[in-house]
T-cell receptor
Framework: EAAVTQSPRSKVAVTGGKVTLSCHQT?????MYWYRQDTGHGLRLIHYSYVADSTEKGDIPDGYKASRPSQENFSLILELASLSQTAVYFCASSDTGVPDYTFGSGTRLLVI | QQKVQQSPESLSVPEGGMASLNCTSS?????YFWWYRQHSGEGPKALMSIFSDGDKKEGRFTAHLNKASLHVSLHIRDSQPSDSALYFC??????????WGSGTKLIIKP
C-alpha cells in the first residue's frame, strides 16, 4: 500500500540546536509538502517540492530549510530551533499537485 | 483574519444522527474546496472535493457549495462513532495551493 512515512514520531530538541525531520513516500508522487499544525491554526504550508533537487517556499518558510535529494525523500531542517517551532509537523505527497494529499502520521516536536 | 473560517469549533451529535459542518471563505480566488478528516494521532485524510455550485454526494457524506456566498458545508448522515474526528475545510486556487481552516471537532455520542 502506498504510504508516507515520517521519522521520528516525536522529538525533544534544545533551543538553538539543529533538528532534521525526515519523510519517505512510496506513492511515486512528484509533489511533496511539509506542513505544521498548531491548535487553532489548522495546517500551514512551510515548503514544498515538485521535483528532486528543487524546493519551493510555502506560506511560512522562515526558520526552516527543506531538502529533496530524491523523488521518495523530503527533509525539513531547523538549523536553530526556537520555542515557537514547537508543533506537529506533517509531510504529504500528491500526484500532479492536485491537493488530494496523502499525509504521514506526523512528528510531534517539542523545543525546550 | 483567516481566509477560511469553520464553524462550529466543536459539535456533538448522537449516533445515527446528521452532522452539519460549515465553512466560509473571504477569498474569491478560491476555485474549489476540499474536506479532510483527521483522527487523533493520525495525519489528515482527504474526504472529498467540490468544484461546482450545488451538492456532491459520496456515500454518507454530502458537500454543498455556494460560490456566490463563498459558503461550503459538509453533511454526514447516519453518523457513526468512527466519524468522531477533526474535520478541516480547505480552499484552493489555480496554483493548487490550499488554505486551511482551523477545523471542527466532531464527537459522535453512542
Amino acid at each position: 500500500e502506498a504510504a508516507v512515512t515520517q521519522s521520528p514520531r516525536s522529538k525533544v530538541a534544545v533551543t538553538g540546536g539543529k533538528v532534521t525531520l525526515s519523510c519517505h513516500q512510496t506513492n511515486n508522487h512528484d509533489y511533496m509538502y511539509w506542513y505544521r499544525q498548531d491548535t487553532g491554526h489548522g495546517l500551514r504550508l512551510i515548503h514544498y517540492s515538485y521535483v528532486a533537487d528543487s524546493t519551493e517556499k510555502g506560506d511560512i518558510p522562515d526558520g526552516y530549510k527543506a531538502s529533496r535529494p530524491s523523488q521518495e525523500n523530503f527533509s525539513l531542517i531547523l538549523e536553530l530551533a526556537s520555542l515557537s517551532q514547537t508543533a506537529v509537523y506533517f509531510c504529504a505527497s500528491s500526484d500532479t499537485g492536485v491537493p488530494d494529499y496523502t499525509f504521514g502520521s506526523g512528528t510531534r516536536l517539542l523545543v525546550i | 483574519q483567516q481566509k477560511v473560517q469553520q464553524s462550529p469549533e466543536s459539535l456533538s451529535v448522537p449516533e445515527g444522527g446528521m452532522a452539519s459542518l460549515n465553512c466560509t471563505s473571504s477569498d474569491r480566488n478560491f476555485q474549489y474546496f476540499w474536506w479532510y478528516r483527521q483522527h487523533s494521532g493520525e495525519g489528515p485524510k482527504a474526504l472529498m472535493s467540490i468544484f461546482s455550485d450545488g451538492d456532491k454526494k459520496e456515500g454518507r457524506f454530502t458537500a454543498h457549495l455556494n460560490k456566490a456566498s463563498l459558503h461550503v458545508s459538509l453533511h454526514i448522515r447516519d453518523s457513526q462513532p468512527s466519524d468522531s474526528a477533526l474535520y478541516f475545510c480547505a480552499g484552493g486556487d489555480s496554483n493548487y495551493q490550499l488554505i486551511w481552516g482551523s477545523g471542527t471537532k466532531l464527537i459522535i455520542k453512542p
